[in-house]
């Protein structure tokens, strides 16, 4: 079935960039999405693309689409404390309203 | 301010009870899903439903069920909770597949 990988954990310095990677196998993606969940609290969407697309900027997000490889990536700038958190990358199919979500990535941002 | 409002944040319960986590969302959304999510599995479908009364299966639907009787509801049954059910629960409601997800805060069930 469809799958969604990513990397369980990934720390960077306050300041610095951040890039959250995810790969998917499912060539019918519609839209692809992150989520960000903090500690305690249920998942907030953080950006979404749709898959005609390769980039989407929203201020310090940039979203990157390699439709080919099946890769999408979350660039953060100026990564500050308050972005740690666990960061999620899902994808819905055409005709479906599920989304298959992938294992979660835990950024920590050092200070 | 669009909610999906879970009415426990912690529940504690015991083997073999039969547990009701309920779930209420504001945005007339068709569409309502329940997920547990354990560390290193990430999030998981149990069950959802597109409309009231319909529910269908997700991935993992052994040992639950659900109930829709109106549109803004949607509840979540273990019949007899197993420790293997201690978890986070999601609930999510959407109306299409453009704006993703709405998640309420979550539930975070101990079976003893």
């Known amino acids: 079935g469809e799958d969604v990988e990513q990397s369980l954990f990934l720390s960077v310095r306050e300041g610095d960039s951040s890039v959250i990677n995810c790969t998917y196998t499912?060539?019918?993606?519609?839209?692809l999405y992150w989520y960000k969940q903090e500690p305690g609290a249920g998942l907030q969407l953080l950006t979404y693309?749709?898959?005609?697309?390769d980039m989407k900027q929203d201020q310090r997000l940039t979203v990157l689409l390699n439709k080919k490889d099946k890769h999408l990536s979350l660039r953060i700038a100026d990564t500050q404390t308050g972005d740690s958190a666990i960061y999620f990358c899902?994808?819905?199919?055409?005709?479906?309203?599920?989304?298959?979500f992938g294992t979660g990535t835990r950024l920590k941002v050092l200070a | 301010d669009v909610k999906v409002t879970q009415s426990s944040r912690y529940l504690v319960k015991r083997t073999g009870e039969k547990v009701f986590l309920e779930c209420v969302q504001d945005?007339?959304?068709?569409?309502m899903f329940w997920y547990r999510q354990d560390p290193g599995l990430g999030l998981r479908l149990i069950y959802f439903?597109?409309?009231?009364?319909?529910?269908e299966k997700g991935d993992i639907p052994e040992g639950y069920s659900v109930s829709r009787e109106k549109k803004e509801r949607f509840s979540l049954i273990l019949e007899s909770a197993s420790t293997n059910q201690t978890s986070m629960y999601l609930c999510?409601?959407?109306?299409?597949?453009?704006?993703?997800?709405?998640f309420g805060s979550g539930t975070r069930l101990t079976v003893v």
């Open positions: 945005m007339d959304h068709e569409n």
């Open positions: 439903s597109y409309d009231v009364k319909m529910k």
């Open positions: 499912d060539s019918s993606s519609t839209y």
């Open positions: 899902a994808e819905s199919s055409s005709g479906t309203y599920k989304y298959i």
């Open positions: 999510a409601s959407s109306s299409d597949t453009k704006h993703g997800y709405t």
């Open positions: 693309i749709f898959s005609n697309m």
